[in-house]
């Protein structure tokens, strides 16, 4: 695809003998905000871990701006402009909101010296309403504040391509709100952003277009209201979704 950010050819992730991605080909083009979606234990985790180089792809290729990084490891791609944020929260507990920040901005190389380095974490830490916390242990955040601390951290390393991997789950209806606040500002600002959601209220307000795993394959598509409409999607995710619902799950 010309324009392309990120090519995924034939990409698959094995674990033991089960294939949590399954051949997934598809692009990203540059400034595009793309949607992941998919029921759990779909792949869409192992999908960022296989593009980040945590968990390397077992088989097929990917290539960042025109350079192959299957085979590199997680540190590099971070180096070239890759980041993203954990499901699961995870800071640095003992470390404050700053040098949780600032440790991001080492790792992947975007800041020369440490001076540096905190120059930038605090330009991230304002930039995601964060600021006020910089000096306060990251355990002391609510939940929310967590998941703007994972945002304020993998922006400190500069990225080109920023993956979201459910930044909103657990999040009150304003803090949703304030969360896609932000991510329309990083793409404002010319990130590219592939965004792992299962709230479809965000899916639907921030994707130009969706694409869907099942069993860690791609299963779908295209523009999202089209995607969101289509049998084979409605039957592997929606349905399953709205069944558990009824079922009493939480959804
Ligand atoms: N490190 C691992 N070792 C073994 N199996 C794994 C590992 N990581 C993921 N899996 C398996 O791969 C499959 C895909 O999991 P993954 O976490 O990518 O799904 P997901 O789409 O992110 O789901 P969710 O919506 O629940 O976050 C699951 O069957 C999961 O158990
Ligand atoms: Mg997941």
Redesign the pocket.
């Known amino acids: 695809m010309r324009g392309a950010l990120l090519e995924l050819e034939g990409v698959e992730r094995r674990?033991g003998g089960?294939k949590?991605v399954d051949g997934v080909t598809v692009s990203i083009a540059r400034g595009e905000i793309i949607g992941l979606i998919?029921p759990?234990?779909?792949?869409?985790?192992?999908?960022i871990n296989t593009i980040t180089g945590v968990?390397p792809a077992t088989a097929g290729r990917i290539v960042f701006e025109g350079r192959d990084i299957t085979r590199l490891k997680p540190h590099v791609i971070a180096g070239l402009g890759l980041a993203r944020t954990f499901?699961i929260v995870q800071p640095f507990p003992a470390m404050t909101v700053l040098e949780n920040v600032t440790a991001g901005a080492l790792f992947a190389g975007g800041a020369p010296t440490m001076k540096a380095a905190q120059e930038a974490a605090m330009e991230r830490l304002e930039f995601t309403g964060l600021a006020a916390h910089a000096s306060k242990p990251a355990s002391t955040l609510t939940l929310a504040q967590r998941k703007r601390l994972e945002l304020a951290k993998s922006l400190a390393m500069k990225p080109r391509l920023l993956m979201l991997d459910?930044v909103n789950a657990g999040l009150n209806s304003s803090e949703v709100d304030d969360a896609l606040d932000i991510i329309r500002r990083i793409a404002a600002s010319g990130v590219t952003i592939l965004v792992v959601e299962?709230l479809m209220k965000v899916v639907l307000s921030v994707s130009q277009r969706i694409i869907v795993?099942h069993h860690g394959q791609l299963i779908a598509e295209g523009e999202p209201k089209a995607v969101l409409s289509s049998p084979a999607v409605i039957e592997a995710y929606l349905g399953s979704r709205y069944a558990d619902r009824i079922a009493g799950g939480a959804g």
């Open positions: 674990f089960l949590a998919g759990n234990g779909a792949g869409k985790t192992t999908l968990h499901q459910e299962h795993l």
